[in-house]
């Protein structure tokens, strides 16, 4: 059964950095694309980033792009979202999600098959 677990949100002020980590277990992880998405209260979850599985391919929204970096250590079964320059606006729960397809090419803002529980991240003014 797949697991996807992340850690690492909590409270930072604005200009502040966190960085999530998502850790994967059940799947040959290394074959598989993984993506962040957001939501906010009251609004409908949003694509943050993508890396496909090989890491060799990246996407962002164009909200972080320059402020948020995604990566992934195939060896650890882990994918990774640096936060920096956080604004206010950033605050969401932050989903982890991957894409059942092996080996696949990246899609920008394709909906993930599983998805971890959601972490809180909080950017105060």
């Known amino acids: 059964q797949v697991q996807l677990v992340e850690s690492g949100g909590g409270l930072v002020q604005a200009g502040g950095s966190l960085r999530l980590s998502c850790a994967v277990s059940?799947?040959?992880?290394?074959?598989?694309?993984m993506s962040w998405f957001r939501q906010a209260p009251g609004k409908e979850r949003e694509f943050v980033a993508a890396?496909?599985?090989?890491?060799?391919?990246?996407y962002y929204t164009d909200l972080v792009k320059g402020r948020f970096t995604i990566s992934r250590d195939n060896p650890k079964a882990m994918v990774y979202l640096q936060m920096n320059s956080l604004k206010p606006e950033d605050t969401a729960v932050y989903y982890c999600?991957?894409?059942?397809?092996?080996?696949?090419?990246?899609?920008?803002?394709?909906?993930?098959?599983?998805w971890g529980q959601g972490i809180q991240v909080t950017v105060s003014s």
């Open positions: 890396i496909s599985w090989s890491g060799g391919t990246t």
């Open positions: 059940g799947r040959t992880f290394s074959y598989h694309a």
């Open positions: 999600g991957l894409k059942d397809r092996l080996r696949g090419p990246l899609v920008r803002a394709e909906v993930p098959d599983r």
